[in-house]
């Protein structure tokens, strides 16, 4: 059976490399966003780790990222599950281009996402934390967790069987381990620009705040502590 997703829970977050494998320790790391090569079971970790500890060493020397130059840098994502069984993949097939063979994911049910985090300030003054990296790749300052509020699954088009919460799933534990986790080392982001106190809801760490000053954002701003 498809499932329909439903609108998100968010939670948005600035920490270390260090406290970011930290927080996800123990957790499996998957694709589920696009096609795998057909012997593909899970990612190593290793490789969503070290592109988050490329991007935040930029980031930390006041780096203005672009995109058609640092596309591949800013493309930090992965899924997270505790039970592999649940992250099916379709049967394997060839594509046309005879490129080899792939799969397609399947899964029983959503897995938290990790991707990055862009904050931007707009005309009114408002930070939105909504933009996308493709659009601002300069204001990426962080991730950001998603996972669905709601499940609608079908048997057919239009056809919906039974609709869930997501906190009733599995993978919404996940979710809220790697969230309890972050909140412990971090406090909420408060920017401080020309006097004024802004709170986007996103959390910092401690020592990720020493370096967000650093940040392109924060220069090209004038964020006060």
């Known amino acids: 059976m498809k499932y329909y997703l439903k609108g998100w829970n968010t939670f948005r977050f600035i920490i270390t490399p260090k406290e970011l494998r930290q927080a996800l320790q123990g957790f499996c790391h998957v694709i589920s966003t696009t096609r795998v090569p057909a012997d593909y079971r899970e990612s190593n970790p290793d490789d969503f780790f070290n592109k988050y500890e490329g991007l935040y060493e930029k980031l930390r020397t006041g780096y203005k990222f672009e995109w058609e130059r640092d596309w591949a840098m800013l493309n930090v994502s992965s ?61 990426v300052v962080g991730l950001q967790m998603i996972y669905p509020r ?37 406090k909420p982001l408060v920017l401080n620009i020309r006097e004024k106190a802004h709170r986007p809801n996103v959390r910092i760490s401690a020592d990720a705040k020493l370096d967000f000053q650093n940040f392109y954002f924060a220069r090209h701003l004038e964020v006060s502590q």
């Open 150 to 186: 709601k499940i609608l699954f079908y048997s057919a088009p239009l056809v919906i069987e039974c609709e869930k919460l997501c906190d009733e799933m599995g993978h919404f534990d996940v979710y809220k381990i790697i969230q309890d986790r972050i909140k412990k080392i971090t």
């Open 79 to 139: 899924d997270f599950s505790n039970d592999l069984s649940k992250c099916d993949y379709g049967e394997v097939f060839k594509t046309s281009s005879n490129e080899g063979f792939f799969k397609t994911a399947m899964f029983k049910e959503p897995c938290a996402h990790i991707g990055v985090l862009v904050l931007y300030k707009n005309d009114d003054g408002t930070i939105l934390t909504n933009c996308g990296y493709t659009q601002f790749p300069e204001f």
